[in-house]
């Protein structure tokens, strides 16, 4: 880990990104994820530290992890997009009809929403940096991106949904990236 995004090897724009919102969420250091099996196994072994998750010992590679069933990522109606126009994102439905696919808000509104519950709140935590494509890099379909998370549970479990790591980050140029931003939320030391 590192202490500031100028200390990571970032393409400028990533770099930006990763410093605005740093500056935003306060994270103790940062982590430029490399995408390696021996970094998946790191990400585990601190989970299992933690208590996140827990060896099965019947099977390699096995992990019970058990979360809380209110967590927005198991909330279809508490996770958003954001794009330029809602067409973009939400399917067109009859009126009066709500679809069942992604729920989107103006970036205006993200920000207000931003700006009342991101402040500080990876204070104490390590924040990841996720360089991620969706499909194999070359592809005219594929869609690269970084995540930012505080999360050693989605930085492991991006690794398994996505390609991640360093030649995801060497795809990237200029500004052709998804910025995507995730936290548990809760600053440390924890209050009850």
């Given at each position: 880990p590192v202490q500031k995004a100028s200390d990571l090897p970032l393409p400028p724009k990533v770099a930006e990104y990763v410093a605005a919102k740093a500056a935003l969420l306060t994270p103790l250091d940062l982590y430029l994820c490399t995408g390696t099996k021996e970094e998946a196994a790191q990400f585990f072994a601190i989970m299992?530290?933690?208590?996140?998750?827990?060896?099965?010992?019947?099977?390699?590679?096995?992990?019970?992890t058990r979360t809380d069933?209110?967590?927005?990522?198991?909330?279809?109606?508490?996770?958003?997009?954001?794009?330029?126009?809602?067409?973009?994102?939400?399917?067109?439905?009859?009126?009066?009809?709500?679809?069942?696919l992604n729920n989107w808000i103006s970036k205006e509104e993200l920000d207000?929403?931003?700006?009342?519950?991101?402040?500080?709140?990876?204070?104490?935590?390590?924040?990841?940096?996720?360089?991620?494509?969706?499909?194999?890099?070359?592809?005219?379909?594929?869609?690269?991106?970084?995540?930012?998370?505080?999360s050693p549970y989605?930085?492991?479990?991006?690794?398994i949904m996505t390609r991640m790591g360093t030649p995801q980050l060497n795809a990237i140029e200029g500004d052709n990236f998804i910025k995507c931003l995730h936290s548990v939320g809760q600053p440390l030391p924890m209050k009850t």
């Open positions: 299992e530290a933690n208590g996140m998750v827990e060896k099965l010992p019947k099977y390699d590679n096995c992990w019970l069933p209110a967590d927005v990522a198991r909330v279809e109606s508490k996770t958003v997009i954001t794009t330029p126009t809602r067409r973009e994102t939400v399917p067109n439905t009859k009126p009066g009809v709500k679809g069942q207000e929403c931003g700006k009342k519950r991101w402040p500080g709140c990876m204070k104490g935590r390590t924040m990841y940096v996720i360089p991620f494509s969706m499909g194999p890099l070359g592809s005219p379909l594929t869609k690269l991106g970084i995540e930012l998370t505080d989605i930085a492991a479990s991006m690794g």
